[in-house]
């Protein structure tokens, strides 16, 4: 073979792998122009879903603090009420413990007096 005949050659085969290369690269447009118009979709589809979702979970959270302050507010409430029953009965007990307290200091002062009313009450029975 012939140094034109090599030159030839390797033209004919530059040619054939420009039409290859040409024909490789179109698929590749054409893939990588699919791949955007699919990774533009999915994230459209990510912004619409995370849209509905974070409606949906202010609602959901809105749903929980209604039923939270509601359920705060209840226990407040009852907490209130028994703590103002419990101050009502240690009220009652105090008074009444105060009256016993000065019922046993009027007997004390009087304990020489009703001792001796005691002691004459036990001897006329005899």
Sequence with gaps: MSFAEGMEQLADNIRGSFDARVKYLGKNVVETHRLLHDAQKFLGNVRRDRR????????????????????????????????KAFH???????????????ALNTRRRNFKGELAKAKQAAGRVH
Excluded: I, P
């Excluded at 202010?58 to 907490?79: I, M, P, Q, T």
């Excluded at 009502?88 to 000065?102: G, M, N, V």
């Design 52 to 83: 509905s979702m974070a409606r949906r979970l202010h609602a959901d959270l809105g749903g929980f603090v209604d039923n939270l302050k509601e359920s705060v507010g209840s226990l407040r409430n009852k907490f209130g009420r028994q703590q």
């Design 88 to 102: 009502q009965e240690c009220k009652t007990a105090h008074q009444a413990w105060a009256r016993t307290e000065k």
